[in-house]
């Protein structure tokens, strides 16, 4: 039964230890998530099927106010998001990371982390595809249609979508 208390908080962890710490973090006992998605390499001889981590040095973490600290305990672990001038940890929301995770698991395509803010675009619902009920915003970016998923603490997600597999909400 999950608790209605958890929250979302984004932990920074240092380079290359992403992996090691989430396991640590989830025998713990604690939720986490770590955004990775596989994606088709070439090389000069050969193509491989690699796991790339979408968000490198962050693992996203599900805590109660009182296992908040747990995950600071790791030497990998060195702290937690915060917003300039706040000094609490900043929060996603839960509806904001369920968009994410469920781009994350079903795009075909690979997903993108940008910083940039963009014009805000017409709201829309993916209708076919394997991202089918997603719902964003439709944007262009460089001569592409993308759909974007607004992330408030961390910025945007976004993934290439033909026009033709959105409808307006």
Known sequence: M?????QWLVA???SCLEKKTAERITAMGVECYLPIQEEIRQWSDRRKKVERLVIPMMIFVHVTPQE??????LQA??????????????IIPDDQ?????????YS???VEICHGSFIVGDKVRVIKGPLTGLEG???????????????DVLGCVHVDMPVGFVEKR
């Open 2 to 6: 999950i608790e209605k208390n958890r």
């Open 12 to 14: 920074y962890v240092q």
């Open 68 to 73: 908040r600290s747990l995950p600071l305990t």
């Open 77 to 90: 672990v060195n702290r937690y998001m915060v917003m300039r001038g706040e000094h609490a940890p900043a």
């Open 97 to 105: 990371m369920e968009r994410f995770r469920f781009m994350l698991d």
């Open 108 to 110: 075909p395509e690979t």
């Open 137 to 151: 915003e439709l944007v262009t970016i460089e001569g592409k249609s993308k759909i974007v998923v607004r992330m």
